[in-house]
């Protein structure tokens, strides 16, 4: 299997490190280790303690996928695989495709997601949202779409780069649509629990459909993408076996550390999701007051959940260009539309960091000057 170089990856390798300041993150600040040590219970301090630094159970730690089940309605620890989440996204498509099958995945998005598709010899066509109806997914892409060759729907919610989340109507249609064509899904839900509004949250895609698999993990919603933790979800019992055997070709078990790191975080998950949340609204009020100061230059579609959206260059102005010149000038990074292969007319703006008042007035400090 030959694959494109992930451009997202490269452009951050060549300024996450360097940047001073990073405008664009898809996750939240990472936790620190004192305080999430701080958070354990009698038995995870023992756990942690007593830890010893062998191989851990290929499925992942029982304790673990007790925890995660708890996140979720109807799934049982048979149904949960951990990971690493860019490796959930490999097992799945593995799992799932052959050569010629065909894909339709929801676009601009995270580049495995169809990448790796591509790479097994797959047909993808991208489903584009509309932006002019606060990118929405129009559910008549998919009906038009739909050959007897398609064998997959790829969707994510709440949806990166653009922040949106569909209604829970939409969200059945999809998953109705799928029943009646027999497809599989593979549903990206790396940003769940950040809803604005609890309400507002979908189902998981695994909780309602026996031919879905669902992503998630510790990286965005809690902070903790170092510990690289993950797992995929189906209650397909083939595909999963399928998913299990081929993780012993990847990275066989998970790190032991992260493991119970992972699960003391869990088992605290309302406080540190709160806390997330609140720096999170209070990074949006911000945004609003900046948008609207500089509305003649930008224009965006208030994201529903998550920690990033998507605004747009309205003065025609080459994205790439410009945010070379603000990383140049200030040291501040922001994520172009063409690292998605979408346009030049966008960028990636990120939310979940404790700093970005600082930085989004320095941002402003800068574009008054020119």
């Known amino acids: 299997m030959k694959l494109h170089p992930f451009k997202l990856e490269r452009y951050f390798a060549k300024y996450e490190f360097s940047a001073k300041y990073l405008l664009c993150s898809s996750d939240c600040d990472g936790l620190l280790m004192s305080d999430l040590i701080g958070m354990e219970d009698a038995e995870t301090r023992k756990m942690w303690n007593m830890l010893a630094l062998g ?168 902070g903790m993408a170092g510990v690289r933790t993950g797992w995929v979800i189906t209650k397909d019992t083939e595909l999963y076996k399928t998913m299990a055997t081929f993780k012993d070709y990847t990275t066989i078990c998970s790190s032991a550390p992260s493991e119970i790191l992972s699960l003391i975080a869990l088992r605290n998950r309302k406080t540190i999701i709160s806390r997330h949340l609140k720096r999170i609204q209070r990074n949006l009020l911000l945004l609003d007051i900046f948008f609207e100061k500089y509305k003649d230059l930008f224009s965006w579609v208030r994201p529903k959940a998550g920690t990033i959206a998507f605004p747009v260059l309205k003065n025609g102005k080459s994205a790439a260009e410009f945010c070379d010149e603000v990383v140049r000038n200030t040291s501040i990074l922001l994520l172009p539309s063409n690292i998605y292969d979408y346009d030049d007319k966008h960028f990636r703006i990120g939310f979940g960091r404790e700093n970005m008042p600082e930085v989004l007035e320095k941002l402003d400090m800068y574009l008054q000057k020119i």
């Open 55 to 222: 191989y851990t159970e290929s499925l992942g730690y029982p304790a673990l996928r007790e925890e995660i089940a708890h996140l979720y309605s109807g799934i049982s620890v048979e149904n949960i695989l951990e990971v690493v989440p860019e490796e959930g996204i490999f097992l799945a498509l593995h799992a799932i495709l052959e050569k010629d099958d065909h894909v339709i995945c929801m676009f601009p998005g995270y580049q495995s997601l169809y990448e790796v598709a591509h790479g097994l010899g797959a047909t993808v066509t991208k489903w584009y949202p509309d932006e002019s109806k606060e990118w929405q997914f129009d559910m008549e892409f998919l009906k038009k779409n739909c050959t007897n060759k398609t064998k997959l729907l790829i969707i994510n919610f709440p949806h990166n780069p653009t922040g949106y989340l569909a209604s829970k109507n939409e969200f059945e249609e999809i998953i109705t649509f799928a029943k009646e064509h027999n497809l599989y899904i593979l549903s990206d839900e790396m940003y769940r629990f950040l809803e604005y509004d609890a309400h507002n949250r979908l189902p998981s895609a695994c909780e309602v459909y026996e031919k879905a698999v669902s992503l998630f993990g510790m990286s965005k919603t809690f």
